[in-house]
């Protein structure tokens, strides 16, 4: 009997071997020798590569500029996340109907989730030109301004706190990322019964008290398991922020996988960049343990 | 149980990989004999990287022509593939780290990727099978394109393009500036022209700038440097020499240009949306220096300026120095057939094949045959880099922490101090200062193997 479970149990783990392979292949083998690489002041231009222990680590731990990556990291990833989600359900709540149209406007919507990063960043790229952005073009038309706004360039131009280069970079995040959640806020929302909604509104519940009491709980385990996952993403974010500023103007909108991918192909610091690599991964793990902790009190 | 299934199942496929992982590589032939496994009824093919130059389907036609002709000669046929210039440098940098290059491919930065490789991976010294294949190479091509590709006392390829960047300007808006372009010549004059040309609207902003700069802002900094009379290392190429009076000299007619003057748009080092082509394209560019990379985007985006551009020789100041550089097809240590790779080299190298490569690509050519072809000296844009050739002064630093100092990115000592002196971030003083030691470093760190 427990031959034959044994043989059931080896066909099971036969089956799925070939995605662990590859899995150990493209993430278990590389975050290993990523570990160990961070070990080393391996530099590609040098035949020995000395062993340094933690001092990879500490050197990036002691250097502003890094501290203030790390810094712009996590600034990043919580706006952007905040923003997107927002945004995200608002559309999901707009387009939860059944109208002419709605099939249509919900695949508009799809669109910047589905759009490559390299496309739609040439695009806001030319929108936040000096020289060319359209919205520059109108507001001065209007009169709004008399000389064009340096949407990526201007540091001195300060929004709550934030410069002028950090909150076009959001725009651009928050538009890369809000479809997807919209997505899944719609399909949490469609599958909220009506007659609880019904029940809500002969008890006397205004539009705020369905949204509140009915919509909210509904769609709440999708709303988090959303939130952490894309918390976990917009850590190890790279595209838009390499592909729309390279980080610049002076470290503004650098995050640390710009940073570490600086620190290997700029400076070829491979050692640097590994740790740095490992910082991200450690980010990123506190983000996929809420996920994780979430979606197994789901599965429970 | 389970638990205990699973670990052997995970400990098999980390064995699996390392198995694959540690596998010998394949051996390479260190002559120009074929291979062991090149038996003369095997199919014999060379694989040929290059990046890309003029648009896809115009590349990739000429070297299907290229890989067909050179098939019906010899029978060998050649795989190629066109690698974008955004992966390229990361690409190479790998190709000469961790192996797995081409056969044959496209190179530059002879003297660094040699120094990365260290004699077992990337770029190989060729010297010994040029000799034999291509004996008349130092006789086709320019010196000063050679010596690119010369470093230690070897030859690391055949060069196919040479970029020279003088100072382009726009003769129409000298015209209407009633400015005559040889009264044109030193840095002075460049202050006096730039500020003529510089018109602001009624609000002040300025719609049309004298001058602006290269697009690598790394580079950028590069001729102004020379021409002030200074370098970047001292002659045994082990110590940065930016911090002297010529380095401050270059540093502050910089800062001056875009500050105090007023004629250089400082959104160039401020605005990482600032896109210099496209603004010359648009007519807010008076001059500048003639990068080679703004020849293709003129004529695919603005053909009509090839009316009204015209390129010069470069200014003078201590020197007249321009930028020079270099990119040659070379052989790797991962070259398969070393005699079919030196076949294809050659193939290349003919004088026809030389023009074709540069004519169909946009490239100015090192070859002396190919420049005699009349469409050069005809050209809009190379009938002017041809006169400037002679100032040209090469890019190449044989030391190999050159490449990491100069990468037009940010952490790159050059870039992040044009970038922080022209903003005003540091002084021109502390900038130079701050620079030449992160070079020492950098230099020291690369000479200890």
Request: without cysteine; negative net charge; hydrophobic residues 50%.
């Given at each position: 009997?427990?031959?034959?479970?044994?043989?059931?149990?080896?066909?099971?783990?036969?089956?799925?071997?070939?995605?662990?392979?590859?899995?150990?292949?493209?993430?278990?083998?590389?975050?290993?020798?990523?570990?160990?690489l961070s070990f080393f002041d391996y530099n590609l231009l040098r035949e020995t590569q000395p062993y340094v222990g933690i001092d990879n680590y500490i050197v990036l731990l002691s250097d502003p500029r890094f501290l203030k990556i790390l810094w712009n990291t996590v600034l990043f990833a919580v706006l952007a996340n905040a923003f997107s989600t927002l945004l995200g359900l608002a559309s999901a709540l707009l387009l939860n109907s059944s109208g002419r149209f709605v099939g249509l406007l919900r695949a508009l919507g799809y669109l910047p989730w589905i759009t490559p990063a390299v496309v739609f960043v040439v695009i806001w790229s030319w929108m936040f030109s000096g020289s060319f952005s359209p919205i520059n073009a109108v507001l001065m038309q209007w009169g709004i301004i008399k000389s064009p706004i340096s949407f990526l360039g201007d540091e001195k131009m300060i929004f709550l706190g934030l410069s002028l280069p950090v909150w076009s970079m959001l725009v651009v995040r928050i538009w890369a990322s809000y479809a997807f959640k919209m997505t899944m806020f719609l399909a949490a929302l469609q599958n909220i019964p009506q007659d609880r909604i019904d029940a809500a509104r002969v008890d006397g519940a205004n539009s705020w008290h369905v949204f509140r009491y009915v919509t909210m709980p509904g769609i709440m385990p999708v709303l988090l398991v959303v939130v952490s996952l894309s918390m976990i993403w917009n850590l190890s974010h790279f595209e838009v922020n390499y592909l729309l500023?390279?980080?610049?103007?002076?470290?503004?909108?650098?995050?640390?996988?710009?940073?570490?991918?600086?620190?290997a192909f700029v400076q070829w610091k491979f050692g640097h960049a590994a740790a740095a690599g490992i910082y991200t991964l450690l980010l990123a793990s506190v983000a996929a343990i809420v996920y994780l902790r979430l979606t197994r009190s789901e599965e429970r | 149980m389970q638990r205990r299934l699973f670990a052997i199942v995970l400990l098999f496929c980390v064995a699996a990989i390392l198995v694959v992982g540690c596998a010998p590589a394949i051996v390479t032939s260190e002559t120009g004999a074929q291979p062991a496994s090149v038996g003369s009824g095997e199919k014999r093919e060379v694989f040929f990287t290059m990046q890309n130059y003029a648009d896809f389907q115009t590349q990739d036609t000429l070297l299907r022509e290229l890989a067909d002709e050179f098939k019906a000669e010899t029978g060998i046929t050649v795989n190629y593939e066109i690698l974008n210039w955004s992966q390229a440098r990361e690409k190479i940098n790998l190709w000469h780290v961790s192996g797995g290059a081409p056969d044959v491919a496209d190179l530059f930065w002879a003297y660094t990727y040699s120094d990365i490789g260290g004699g077992k991976y990337g770029t190989r010294p060729i010297e010994d099978l040029v000799a034999e294949y291509i004996p008349d190479l130092e006789d086709r091509f320019f010196a000063s394109s050679l010596a690119d590709v010369k470093y230690k006392g070897h030859l690391y390829g055949v060069p196919w393009r040479i970029g020279i960047y003088p100072l382009l300007y726009r003769a129409d808006f000298f015209e209407e500036a009633g400015l005559d372009p040889e009264g044109l010549q030193t840095w002075d004059d460049l202050v006096e022209y730039a500020k003529a040309l510089t018109i602001r609207d009624e609000n002040g902003n300025v719609t049309r700038?004298?001058?602006?700069?290269?697009?690598?802002?790394?580079?950028?900094?590069?001729?102004?440097?020379?021409?002030?009379?200074?370098?970047?290392?001292?002659?045994?190429?082990?110590?940065?020499?930016?911090?002297?009076?010529?380095?401050?000299?270059?540093?502050?007619?910089?800062?001056?240009?875009?500050?105090?003057?007023?004629?250089a748009p400082i959104?160039?080092?401020?605005?990482?949306?600032?896109?210099?082509?496209?603004?010359?394209?648009?007519?807010?560019?008076?001059?500048?220096?003639?990068?080679?990379?703004?020849?293709?985007?003129?004529?695919?985006?603005?053909?009509?300026?090839?009316?009204?551009?015209?390129?010069?020789?470069?200014?003078?100041?201590?020197?007249?120095?321009?930028?020079?550089?270099?990119?040659?097809?070379?052989?790797?240590?991962?070259?398969?057939d070393v005699d079919a790779a030196m076949q294809w080299l050659a193939f290349l190298a003919r004088d026809e094949n030389m023009a074709r490569l540069a004519i169909q690509l946009g490239q100015l050519s090192p070859n002396k045959g190919a420049l005699e072809d009349p469409y050069f000296a005809d050209d809009w844009w190379f009938s002017g880099q041809i006169k400037a050739l002679p100032y040209g002064r090469t890019t190449q630093h044989p030391n190999p922490a050159w490449g990491s100092i100069t990468n037009p990115q940010p952490g790159s000592p050059?870039?992040?101090?044009?970038?922080?002196?022209?903003t005003g971030e540091k002084s021109v003083e502390e900038a130079l200062q701050e620079t030449n030691q992160k070079m020492q470093q950098m230099m020291d760190e690369m000479a200890r193997q």
């Open positions: 009997m427990l031959k034959q479970r044994n043989i059931e149990l080896l066909k099971d783990y036969a089956l799925i071997a070939p995605a662990l392979l590859i899995l150990v292949a493209l993430v278990i083998y590389p975050i290993l020798s990523g570990i160990y500023t390279a980080g610049g103007p002076k470290d503004l909108t650098n995050v640390i996988t710009v940073y570490l991918y600086q620190l | 700038y004298g001058m602006a700069f290269l697009p690598d802002l790394a580079q950028a900094f590069y001729s102004w440097l020379w021409q002030a009379g200074g370098s970047f290392m001292d002659e045994t190429y082990t110590q940065a020499t930016i911090d002297t009076p010529a380095g401050r000299e270059a540093l502050q007619f910089i800062y001056d240009l875009v500050n105090v003057h007023q004629v959104a160039q080092f401020q605005d990482p949306s600032f896109d210099v082509a496209a603004e010359l394209a648009a007519g807010h560019i008076a001059m500048m220096p003639a990068a080679n990379t703004l020849r293709p985007f003129i004529e695919a985006n603005a053909p009509q300026l090839k009316e009204v551009i015209r390129v010069r020789e470069p200014l003078r100041n201590k020197t007249q120095d321009a930028f020079q550089g270099a990119g040659y097809f070379g052989l790797t240590y991962d070259t398969r050059i870039y992040d101090m044009m970038i922080e002196v022209v």
